[in-house]
């Protein structure tokens, strides 16, 4: 998982939308409605700032390498160049032998503010098995 977010902040930083859209797993690069679009739009809500650093907590799991498939979700923080603060959540299916094409990235999830930020409204965002691109901020968020 340590990989796939150096890989992620590495593409948003550099505002490579076809490296980004490599990581998602060809079964999500097919599900996901308007993924250049999307992708577009999550590069996009970076502002031009780029991530300065990224701390996250352990990654949760689902699955095992015997009882496939195996799902590792991450939750970052992020620190802009800009001194905003954002969270990421990252979802991939590490391991999955019998549909090998469900590998990579199936969900990212943009946060625009921090978690002192949350409105107490905030619904807590997509369901992490969800696949998509969800970008919220303070304007546009789903509420409870």
Avoid at 80 to 109: A, H, M, T, W
């Amino acid at each position: 998982m340590n990989k796939i977010k150096n890989k992620v902040i590495k593409c948003i930083n550099e505002q490579d939308e076809e490296g980004l859209k490599k990581l998602f797993s060809k079964d999500a690069q097919k599900r996901i409605e308007d993924l250049d679009g999307k992708l577009a739009q999550l590069i996009g809500a970076f502002n031009g700032n780029k991530i300065e650093s990224a701390k996250g907590l352990g990654p949760n799991f689902k699955g095992s390498i015997q009882t496939q498939p195996l799902h590792i979700y991450g939750k970052y923080h992020l620190v802009l160049n800009s001194k905003e603060k954002y969270r990421i959540y990252i979802s991939l299916c590490d391991k999955n032998d019998e549909e090998s094409d469900k590998e990579g990235v199936f969900q990212i999830e943009l946060r625009t503010f921090s978690r002192e930020e949350s409105p107490k409204d905030f619904s807590g965002g997509a369901y992490q098995d969800d696949y998509g691109i969800f970008i919220y901020t303070l304007q546009n968020y789903p509420k409870k």
